[in-house]
T-cell receptor, first 117, second 113 residues
């Protein structure tokens, strides 16, 4: 069964809208979650590491004021794309690390396809 | 800059053949390595993880790791058209304290019926 639930799976909205994406860890408590973005025919690009109870760690070049991350509980992290524009259209994927050991594989959500008109 | 490199492909193999996917990484202290399969429009799914030098087999898949050469590969035996996908190599970034991955750009595999 699914280990990570991501919602919504598809969003189409107008330019200037803010969009919230949820990532839930279903089987275990996750102190760390990751948010990726993937453009067509490109690999996954890590945007930020979401840390439960503290601020997210953003990768270089990712605007933290535009991509707001909240990790208020051990099972839920949210990514809000604020004032989205067409260039923000992409496939956003979250992943969860069980955190039980350094070599544990990440489990990915099904992704959210965001289209900004 | 820590890097993970893969041939982007496409790698085309006939049905029933062995597909060989390769990955090299730059961080010599890396300890954990993963292969993910990603179908078009879908998120990655874990195929194999490997941590020790040598081979690790799981069904039709075999992962091979050579830390001295900083090389990890994935063999797919008896390739099927359903194996056609992009295969992503991921390496755990040691020292980050956050279990971050460094992903390769992926190799697109096409299995021809």
């Amino acid at each position: 069964g699914a280990v990570v639930s991501q919602h919504p799976s598809w969003v189409i909205c107008k330019s200037g809208t803010s969009v919230k994406i949820e990532c839930r860890s279903l089987d275990f408590q996750a102190t760390t979650m990751f948010w990726y973005r993937q453009f067509p025919k490109q690999s996954l690009m890590l945007m930020a590491t979401s840390n439960e109870g503290s601020k997210a760690t953003y990768e270089q070049g990712v605007e933290k004021d535009k991509f707001l991350i909240n990790h208020a509980s051990l099972t839920l992290s949210t990514l809000t794309v604020t004032s989205a524009h067409p260039e923000d259209s992409s496939f956003y994927i979250c992943s969860v690390n069980p955190g039980t050991g350094h070599g544990q594989p990440q489990h990915f959500g099904d992704g959210t396809r965001l289209s900004i008109l | 800059q820590k890097e993970v490199e893969q041939n982007s492909g496409p790698l085309s193999v006939p049905e029933g053949a062995i597909a060989s996917l390769n990955c090299t990484y730059s961080d010599r202290v890396s300890q954990s390595f993963f292969w993910y399969r990603q179908y078009s429009g879908k998120s990655p799914e874990l195929i194999m993880s490997i941590y020790s030098n040598g081979d690790k087999e799981d069904g039709r898949f075999t992962a091979q790791l050579n830390k001295a050469s900083q090389y990890v590969s994935l063999l797919i035996r008896d390739s099927q058209p359903s194996d056609s996908a992009t295969y992503l190599c991921a390496v755990n970034e040691e020292g980050s304290g956050t279990y971050k991955y460094i992903f390769g750009t992926g190799t697109r595999l096409k299995v021809l019926a």
